[in-house]
Nanobody
């Protein structure tokens, strides 16, 4: 059994900052890529940022220069630092992890999501 738990969402004014965390726990052997996605009301879920186990990153154009993804492999944790937030960043943010369990099962696990609301 594997679970991802996000934290750090909330309400912030435009131009403000928030930091999200996501911890993976359970029968994990290894984790490859970890990522953050978001879904705004009435829209499809979209990629925000992804980071590989060796630290390579990729960002959506809409967040480049404002958001920073990082991870602590020893803690099975991925972070998302969000600066200069805009109202259009309002969404439920989900983390995921491409992982291998100790039972040699590989799959993509998602967290339950955390709400980020940016007021204008």
């Amino acid at each position: 059994q594997v679970q991802l738990v996000e934290s750090g969402g909330g309400l912030v004014q435009s131009g403000g900052s928030l930091s999200l965390s996501c911890v993976a726990s359970g029968t994990i052997f290894s984790i490859d890529a970890m990522g953050w996605y978001r879904q705004a009301p009435g829209k499809q879920r979209e990629l925000v940022a992804v980071i590989t186990s060796d630290g390579r990153t990729n960002y959506a154009d809409s967040v480049k220069g404002r958001f920073t993804i990082s991870r602590d492999n020893a803690k099975n944790t991925v972070y998302l630092q969000m600066n200069s937030l805009k109202p259009e960043d309002t969404a439920v943010y989900y983390c995921n992890a491409d992982l291998l369990t100790i039972f040699s099962r590989r799959y993509l696990q998602w967290g339950q999501g955390t709400q980020v609301t940016v007021s204008s």
